[in-house]
């Protein structure tokens, strides 16, 4: 379910997903589930292609991924989701340090899961520091949602090595403005290239 670097992937492992249909559906479907979930007191970090659409990022969104910090936010948000159909309850992931559900909700995938890999790094979109300490907070609906910098979800996409992923977020970046320094850092602690980190800095800079 889980890749070693720290994003939640492969919640769409069953062949009915659909893509979600742009922001409006996003919007939609996660704000249903935060009105069923109740977001009080419930730590959470919209992550994946998701936090990227919800920043006004137009690429790929196969599915909702929801970080939550602690296994019972896990169990609270199945107990939530009850009434839709369940494609895994919660259990632990030994392989991935996830404990792990997901939802059909609308046709959309949803799941939560915590990430349970130790790091001093705050650089990693959905390990450590990273996710809870860099993130913006985004209307959806009546709702105020935590989502991940763009900046950490972009090197998550660097090394995944998704290119339809990655340059709609660089350009994104690129008219709105980076964290920069966060970004180098990012690249750094995960392992990029130099010279696909200077690429990637150089294109974030042109006028």
């Known amino acids: ?16 997903a659909r893509p979600l249909r742009g922001l409006p559906e996003l919007r939609k ?14 730590d959470y970090r919209l992550v994946g292609t998701g936090a990227a659409l919800a920043q006004g990022v137009q690429l790929p969104t196969g599915d909702i991924d929801i970080l939550v910090a602690r296994r019972s936010d896990v169990d609270r948000f199945a107990a939530a989701l009850a009434g839709f159909r369940c494609l895994e309850a919660p259990a632990w992931l030994p392989r991935a340090r996830q404990y792990f559900t997901h939802f059909e909700v609308e046709e959309i995938d949803a799941g939560a899961s ?21 993130y913006v907070e985004v209307e959806m609906g ?7 910098r763009l900046e ?15 340059g709609p977020i660089t350009e994104h970046l690129r008219h709105h403005g980076a964290d920069l320094q966060l970004l180098r850092r990012s690249m750094s602690d995960r392992g990029i290239d ?4 200077a690429k990637v800095l150089d294109q974030l800079q042109r006028p």
């Not at 935060?34 to 419930?42: E, N, Q, S, T």
């Not at 009546?142 to 991940?148: A, M």
């Open 1 to 16: 379910m889980s890749d070693p670097t720290g994003t939640i992937a492969g919640m769409s492992v069953n062949g009915w």
């Open 29 to 42: 479907v996660l704000s249903l589930i935060l009105d069923l979930v109740d977001p009080a007191g419930f």
């Open 114 to 134: 915590t990430v349970e890999v130790p790091a001093e790094t705050d650089t990693v979109e959905c390990i450590g520091r990273g996710p809870w300490e860099h």
């Open 142 to 148: 009546r709702h105020v949602v935590p989502v991940v």
């Open 152 to 166: 950490l979800r972009l090197v998550s996409e660097l090394v995944r090595d998704r290119p339809d992923r990655s």
């Open 194 to 197: 130099p010279a696909r980190q």
